[in-house]
């Protein structure tokens, strides 16, 4: 930071009894009301240089005592007290910090050159010009201050001149940055020489207010010279300073303390921020967003700006990662934790906007290839939150059913956000694993994942006949079905859980393959089978508790099978054709 210093005398002024003066050997004649102080000052160094007190002043003799009264000036007591000093000869220090405020007040003293040859206001442009609009933090300070003086600024062309400044140097190139610049990104360090970075420039102008920062943004994004990205960089640090954290729970409680006046704030940053945003697609990342919309949400902006956010984060959604789902819910502890209402309107704004735009185009196109990416992360999105033991089936069943059904080409995560359910909530209706079991397919699950999902004990019998189905479809087993079904009914009667070993086949992460497509009506089929086996299934228990005679229940039960597989390779000929 520059600094301008001005006169050689030592600071005499004092307080005395609610009153400032200066020592002098020649008494006070000028007594000067400003505001709730007193001033006891001399005519004969002041009147020379401030047009406002010869006014006031005009007709009084030179060595008698006057009163004038001043209110308001600008700056206040201090900026009066510069210009004071300087009409004495008192050595003052001028910067970024004051050099504002005693402009303002120099003004209204009118300390011009037509009073004054070489005056007081002549000496602040000229620094204003030489030395602050030259450096870059120099020329923020200043810009800040005007926050304090809007108007006065205005007029005086200090907002536009220090807007322009940093402009230019925003747009300088990083390789001729030869000033000192805020940047505290972790890894970055000055002291190894390495090269400016290209937003060197973010961190120092998000400490102006929002209307001052939303000036550069615009004056930078007439320009055309900077990418799209940077400039939301820019947002995104604003963002960041500014607006409460939604991830963090201490921030978010500290934030409910706040006044009226400071949530009214942010929402306004909130809304400028929104408006401010490129309207080019990937100009700021989804997890960036999501966070706003989250934001947007705990604050209760209007409709507009959150629907203008759903709007953006539902076009980004294929770029989305788990960690940028992840958002705690503040409610009370009997609540699920995570944020699942944020997730959901995004992947149902997400589903409503693909089905518009590219439903009939061919599976090897980019659309087909978004949808799959955004079903991907979904499911891992639900393998994390199916953990929370607060967690609603209805909520898992809304996510995962919002996608279509051409989403997926493998259910095997889907599955495992499954089996994660099942062991956090072991107590589960039965009524609800059929309901959560409902949207799996078994036909898109891969051989490593029906071999785990046969032994499955969580899973409801229903779904374990399917996979038996689909699994003696894809090719001989070593295993019967029946031999299968019975032990499983055996272990959940002795209240046997599955190994750990068979657990770790279903977190193993299978890598993907090709579907066989999708046929709705052989999966109808299949499951309509399901009930008859597992009749033969109670009958075969019944057999072994000696309720059914043994020799005519063998050839009945083995009948069935037969049938059951005849029936199987029926349909499947008949979907073949």
Known sequence: MKFMKLGTRPDTFYTELATRTVESDTPANLVLQLNNITYLLHKVPLLPKC????QLC???????NSLVEISDIPGGE?????????????TINLSANNFLPALCAAKFLRMTESVEKGNFILKLE?????CILGGWKDSITTLQATSKLPELSEDLGIVRRCIDSIVEKILTP??????????????????NRLPVPRDWWTEDISDLEIDLFRCIIIAIRATNLLPPQLIGEALHVYASQWLPDTRSIMSMESFMSEP??????????????VSMLHPERGSVSFGFLLRLLSIGNFLGVSSATKT????????QLEEASVDDLIFPKYSSSEECQYNIELVLAVVESYCMLWRRQFVGKDEDNQPLSSIRKVARVVDLYLQVISKDVNLQVSKVVAIAGALPHIARPQHDELYRAINTYLKVHPD??????????????CQKLSPEVRAHAVKNDRLPLRTVVQVLFFDQEKGPRDSNPMEILAKRKQNMARGDHQPPEADGIANKVVPPESSGGNNKDHLKKIRALAPELEKKLAIGDAVGAGVVPKGKEAIATNTSIERSRSEGRSIRKRDCR
């Open 51 to 54: 047009g406002l007190l010869q």
């Open 428 to 441: 589960l209706e039965k009524a609800g694993k059929k309901r959560l079991c409902r949207i799996l397919d």
């Open 174 to 191: 990083p390789t001729k940055v030869l000033w000192s610049y805020t940047y505290t990104r972790p890894g970055y360090n000055k002291n």
């Open 126 to 130: 000229t620094f204003f010009s030489s």
């Open 260 to 273: 009226s006046e400071t949530k009214e704030r942010n929402r306004r940053i909130l809304k400028s921020i």
């Open 58 to 64: 005009l007709g009084s003799d030179e060595k008698e």
């Open 78 to 90: 201090d900026a009066f007290e510069l210009c004071a000093k300087y009409c004495y000869g008192i």
């Open 308 to 315: 203008e956010l759903l709007r953006r984060s539902c076009q």
